[in-house]
């Protein structure tokens, strides 16, 4: 069965740092992966995904993340934390081909922001 | 365009009592879902619909009925409502299989079960 860790619940970052929120998968197949954004009280954005071709992909709101296979991880970056950045984010993982419509979702990483 | 909305936005409820949240969705998606989130859980599902008229148990189904009976809405049911049913609940809509697009979230509705 397919899994997703995030093994960071909690991070706070200073306004203006680099993020790196980790996301580990598993998966015997090449994965769907999706990060989305969740604001206090709203619901979940999506930030970005992957399902092919180049590992590096670029969402909005200047995030991006890498796939890399050998590492199963699909990790999100951003150079410069703004205020508003201020979220829970979750990782995702779907299965590829078929008709099978299960997408698993991490436990959530909590991003404080300092200013 | 409103995307994908859900009433109510909150509701409390004593043990045994019955409520229906509905979801609708206006991009004209096959897909609909039905998620709860709770602390330190993430998001699971409960059930889903593949398209009008059908529904299909997800990770976590039992204690909630679902229909579709239109393609835009999408209802989630408790029958008898208990203390663990205390959540927030995400509908969600896509295009395609879920394991290859994009889901879009609609807002939430917090449920407290007493």
């Known amino acids: 069965a397919q899994s997703v860790t995030q093994p960071d619940i909690h991070i706070t970052v200073s306004e203006g740092a680099s993020l790196e929120l980790r996301c580990n998968y598993s998966?015997?197949?090449?994965?769907?992966l999706f990060w989305y954004v969740q604001s206090p009280g709203q619901g979940l954005q999506l930030l970005l995904k992957y399902f092919s071709g180049d590992t590096l992909v670029q969402g909005i709101k200047g995030f991006e993340a890498e796939f890399k296979r050998s590492q199963s991880s699909f990790n999100l970056r951003k150079p410069s934390v703004h205020w508003s950045d201020a979220a829970e984010y979750f990782c995702?993982?779907?299965?590829?081909?078929?008709?099978?419509?299960?997408?698993?979702f991490g436990k959530g990483t909590l991003l404080t922001v300092n200013p | 365009n409103a995307g994908v909305t859900q009433t109510p936005k909150f509701r409390v409820l004593k043990t045994g009592q019955s409520m229906t949240l509905l979801c609708a969705q206006d991009m004209n998606h096959e897909y609909m879902y039905w998620y709860r989130q709770d602390p330190g859980m993430g998001l699971r599902l409960i059930h889903y619909s593949v398209g009008e008229g059908t529904t299909a148990k997800g990770e976590v189904p039992d204690g909630y009925n679902v229909s579709r009976l239109k393609k835009q809405n999408f209802l989630l049911g408790l029958e008898s409502a208990a203390p663990s049913q205390t959540s927030v609940y995400f509908c969600?809509?896509?295009?395609?299989?879920?394991?290859?697009?994009?889901?879009?979230f609609g807002p939430g509705t917090r449920l407290t079960v007493l």
């Open positions: 969600a809509s896509s295009d395609g299989g879920q394991g290859r697009t994009e889901q879009f």
């Open positions: 995702a993982v779907g299965r590829s081909g078929g008709s099978n419509y299960k997408l698993t």
């Open positions: 998966y015997g197949a090449t994965p769907y």
